[in-house]
């Protein structure tokens, strides 16, 4: 699928302000998304990575959920986050879409809508350039 691969986003909190941030996620050939954020760890606690699964929806479109556990300042897991998100390629190196998250047990069930839980995507792929080889 043409969202295989490693991307670069910009999440917009759509009720939250300007509450932009940067985040990291990669689409799998087997249909695993993996992702991380640069505000993952600010306001304490941390959060845990996000796990989930993907796939195509139409053309040039796919859906992913995600989820990751949130910790209170012990360390402790207090609950699960999980998004729902839909992409759009808007080229091949381009995509755009939206999410939004649920607030669920640390089983991942009751879910409900978080408090300013939407949220807009924006990226672009990270392509691999690699570097000269010794001679």
């Known amino acids: 699928s043409a969202i295989e691969g490693s991307w670069i986003l910009t999440i917009d909190r759509i009720n939250q302000g300007g509450n932009t941030f940067t ?3 990669s689409f799998t050939g087997g249909g695993v998304a993996l992702a991380t954020g640069s505000g993952d760890r600010l306001p304490p606690p ?7 699964s993907w796939k195509q929806s ?9 989820n990751f556990f949130l910790f209170d300042l012990l360390g402790n897991s207090v609950g699960m986050l999980k998004n729902h ?28 809508s978080a408090v ?9 792929r990270i392509i691999p350039e690699g570097a000269p080889l010794p001679e």
Do not use: D, W, Y
């Open 116 to 124: 300013g839980s939407e949220f807009k995507i924006t990226g672009h």
């Open 46 to 52: 941390p959060i845990s990575p996000l796990h989930g």
């Open 58 to 66: 139409g053309p040039n479109r796919a859906v992913v959920t995600l």
């Open 23 to 25: 985040a990291l996620m």
């Open 85 to 112: 998100e839909s992409f759009h390629l808007k080229s091949p190196n381009e995509l755009e879409g939206n999410g939004v998250a649920l607030l669920c047990t640390v089983q991942g069930e009751g879910c409900v």
